[in-house]
């Protein structure tokens, strides 16, 4: 039964100092603050918070960042960048995607995430054809995230059209396409392969309201009496206006009209609401994935941020794709752009004297670990001992604890982070994961054949 003393350590109820953790399974056991776990533990010399939640990943886009930041002809825009990345992901073996992951897994753990939500739609072999077994790619996904050692919540996609209106699919979407009886059989696969890693949690992604139609997507729901259900959703302006033009609604209304959005739900951007699906979307207990860095990668705009925080609403974040994997990164990502749009400041707070460093990083844990189903998220007994622990020495940690999370947030970021344990296993020192090397290497020679071709 390990144990940690931490020096600092960040409590639902706020920083304490000498916190005794006594881990059991990977849990949290207890917690002594002021104690010493009977002179048990190891200490460990630095600040600890809770690990945090990467709710919204498509791991193999790791493997195009920096590739697509060249402009094309015309308008360069989110449509034309998923044409790069359907061109990058044409030519992925289940090799090459395994050494992808766990590339990006080694850096979530090491940039402040201890699991992420793989939403999962790259089933396929290139000419579309299943792999001999449907969950080849699936297996390769939980391989990565074992070589890494972070939490998995693995969310296969269903993916079924290339467009509104039951559209037929782009030859670029071929290994994501299946109709709603072999996603089934994807999905029972998935979920035997995940079984056999522990802790591994299986929900499901249909991918948005462009690549279902209402009936499959009402047959799938239907089909998944537990666990989470991502959806991407209202991510860009296109989007709106098609849902409207064939659907009749907007996409987060339309969804609010048609499913009992719940604590299971948690719709990935929503960046494009009114004022009344923003009201509706926070009372409806869903989470809103909000991925800042990509968002602002992609030009898709910004989220309404304050009204819906005012009005109760959750949120987690997600590196969607991955173009800078940073914990911190992305909650300062999600302030900043919310102060360029509102010509404020310390908007995402709700009351005077908050710090927004402390209302993002306790909001996004929470939301996190709702969406990804997952025991995570505060430093508290029954929860995962998941802990990212900040360099006492660094200089932005000489002063006040008050200050040290918007320091991280804002100031030092990454750069802070000295050790990661993930279910009490410490997997980063010194901000450098175990395995890097290994890892490392590995992508490294997919990179290179890549560029090759
Ligand atoms: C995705 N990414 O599934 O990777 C999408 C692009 C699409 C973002 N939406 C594909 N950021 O939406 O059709
Ligand atoms: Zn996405």
Redesign the pocket.
Known sequence: MPAFVFDHAWLPQGWARDVAVSVEGGMIAAIDAGGDAGGAGERIHGAALPGLANLHC?SF?RGMAGLSERRGPGDDT?WTW?EV?YRFLGALTPDDVEAIAAFAYMEMIEGGFTSVGE?H?LHHDVDGRPYGDIGEMAARVVAAAVASGIGLTLLPSFYANGGFAGAAPLPGQRRFINDVERFHRLLERTRAIAARTPGTVVGIAP??L??VTPEALRAVVAAAATGPIHI?AA?QAREVDDCLAVLGARPVEWLLANFALDRRWCLI?ATHMNEAETRALAASGAVAGL?PL?EAS?GDGIFPGAPYLAGGGRFGIGT??NIDIHAAGELRQLEYSQRLAARARNVLTLREGESTGERLYAQACAGGAQALARPQGAIAVGRRADFVVLDRDDPDLAGDPAHWLDAYVFVGGRRMIDKVIVGGERLVERGRHAARARIAGRYRAVVARLAAL
């Open positions: 498509h886009q989110f998923r990345m939403f739609y991918h948005s462009r690549a991407h991510e951007h991925c990509t992609l969607d794709s």
